[in-house]
């Protein structure tokens, strides 16, 4: 079926995700081709994928020994039940995955999406506890600023307030601060100062008590948020104090997972193992939706170690989709990519370039911090005090102009660019958006 560009009145039977409707039909933005780091506009334009889509892409566009694993997987299976059966390439990518995630994380439960794998989490910590005696234990910890997609779970744990606000508090959840300080702006890589504030944890338990606490569900750097990337430190503070007061550790790696830092996850990055580690995106290079949790060898044995008959399920949660063997064979093939270690390599000598181009912004009009990690950074614009977003989402529409798509969210641009991309398309990207902020300004 060949589409057609809409126009008018036809764009209105779409509402679109997490988009003001309202602008968006003032200036559509289309894309109806990609290929490698570009995608194309129906109007025939060629634009830098600055954000590997939506952090998902790692790989680029069009990855052949992607696209030919899913077509061979369709003309053998293309659908098997999720539930008391499964198919052979649920359980290789299941080893695979456990090759690749840290310690003795290695039991994987499949979800659709980022936004599933952390409410999926949130859900096996509390019956976690519950197998091990302590059902008071039903309290979450996040962070400000943190983003753990947009069901009821993930945003009541999430920190970012305007996701919040209109639905009300369905989960009992506290915060954290977030790590952004003022004296680390302009930062490159990990900032210096922070460690300490992992100890506001101590605050939080000497009002709730840890025992009626179930996880603390961190990012290891807040990749919606901004960027925020903690001390290095921090986590492994925060895993110390989890471990004194009997708190599960849980990372969502949505956007950190599979190499965005140079390492295979966060967790590997800051040396830190989480009891249960979420991921999507990258795992099947954005192609297919999927998400996993990763859980430790405690987590998965306590719950199949409950008392009862063997026909008891042991963990009452699933969706018709997990491990969809589609998905599963993207991931296969995602994988056997994203775990080369010439790539991480490559993703490590390119966080070098990426370092330099992005803090070249330093000293444009509006720019008032500019922050990077392996390859993922943000630029943070001066928010305007009546509009905070509206000078971010600007520029974004001037790159788009100028030919590059650049994600931006609250005051900030976003940045993590394919892994195959060049250092000369770094600089170009950069040269844009460089462009862009001088003109709004
Ligand atoms: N968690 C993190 C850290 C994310 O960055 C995202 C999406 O950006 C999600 C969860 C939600 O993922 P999804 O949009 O696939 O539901």
Known sequence: MRSTVPTGETMRHHWLAFTSNRRFHQAPKLVSKAEGIFYHTPQGHKLYDSLSGLWCTPLGHGNRQISEAISHQLSQLDYAPAFNVSHPLAFQLSEQIAGMAPGDLNHVLY???????????????????????????????????????VNFGGISVGGIGPNRKVYGQTLDAYHLPHTWLTENRFSRGLPQEGDYLADALLQILEVQDASNIAAVMVEPMAG???????????????????????????????????????????????????????????????????????????????????PGDDFMIEFPHGYTYS?????????????????????????????????DAIHDLKGLPLVEDIRNIGLAGAIQIQSDPAHPTKRASEISALCW???????????????????????????????????AIQQYA
């Open 111 to 149: 979800c659709n999406s980022g936004s599933e794998a952390a409410d999926t989490a949130l859900k096996l910590a509390r019956a976690y506890w519950r197998a091990r005696g302590k059902p008071e234990k039903t309290k979450f910890i996040g962070r400000a600023k943190g983003y753990h997609g």
């Open 224 to 306: 919606s948020g901004g960027v925020i990337v903690p001390s290095s430190g921090y986590l492994k503070r925060l895993r110390t104090l989890c471990d004194q007061h009997d708190i599960l550790l849980i990372f969502d790696e949505v956007i950190t997972g599979f190499g965005r830092m140079g390492t295979v996850f966060g967790a590997d990055y800051f040396a830190v193992q989480p009891d249960m580690l979420t991921c999507a995106k990258a795992l099947t290079n954005g192609i297919m939706p999927m998400g996993a949790v990763i859980t430790s060898r405690d987590i998965y044995q306590t719950m199949m170690d409950q």
């Open 401 to 435: 102009d100028k030919e590059v798509y650049v994600r931006f969210g609250g005051n900030n641009l976003s940045f993590a660019p394919p892994f195959i991309c060049s250092k000369q398309d770094i600089h170009e990207i950069f040269s844009r958006v460089a462009d």
């Open 323 to 355: 491990a969809h063997p589609l998905a599963c064979a993207a991931a296969m093939a995602s994988l056997e990519q994203l775990n080369q270690p010439s790539l991480m390599e490559q993703v490590r000598s390119l966080s070098q370039v990426f370092e």
